[in-house]
């Protein structure tokens, strides 16, 4: 169920909260275009520890691969969804939560394998059907390390629809 590679250990990072980043992924036809485009996001962020949780019952050869070529520290998970809170054809798109038991699990992972007496940090939310601008994630670091509270961020509707 686990898989943990740190690959990155500069002294200076060491200062700097973690950044936890969990994305939560399935099988689709675009998975591995979605993940190139997190990971572009993400490489050049500093003290960045990515969590990738696929909705499966076994890890897939593609994530794994994928995962082995970054140059992230990265920690691969995998979870099903139950039966019954998957989509079916015909379901409306967002009448059911998608991702949610694999952000359960990122979050019990990093319960359970981080001290927070011994490593500050913060946790990001990122889904791999998004896009990210890197600056970003400076921004959520100096909330933290600054303001010493959570913050929370309003997603982005990049849509026609009016909203009232």
């Not at 700097?16 to 979605?34: D, G, N, R, S, Y």
């Not at 994530?63 to 140059?71: A, C, I, P, S």
């Amino acid at each position: 169920m686990l898989q943990n590679k740190k690959k990155k250990d500069a002294k200076h990072q060491n200062t700097l909260p973690t950044i936890f980043m969990v994305t939560p992924t399935f099988k689709c036809f675009v998975q591995k275009a979605e993940l190139t485009r997190v990971w572009q996001a993400i490489r050049s962020v500093k003290n960045i520890h990515w969590i990738v949780v696929e909705d499966s019952a076994q890890k897939t050869e593609l994530v794994r691969h994928f995962l082995n070529r970054t140059d992230l520290n990265y920690t691969h998970l995998n979870v099903r969804t139950p039966e019954e809170l998957r989509r079916r054809k015909g379901d409306r798109r967002r009448m059911k939560p998608r991702g949610v038991e694999q952000r359960n699990l990122a979050l019990s992972w990093i319960r359970k394998n981080i001290n927070p007496d011994q490593t500050k940090g913060v946790v990001y939310f990122a889904d791999d059907d998004n896009t990210y601008d890197s600056q970003v994630f400076e921004e959520v670091r100096m909330r933290v390390t600054y303001n010493k509270i959570a913050s929370q961020w309003r997603r982005q509707w990049g849509s026609k629809v009016k909203l009232k």
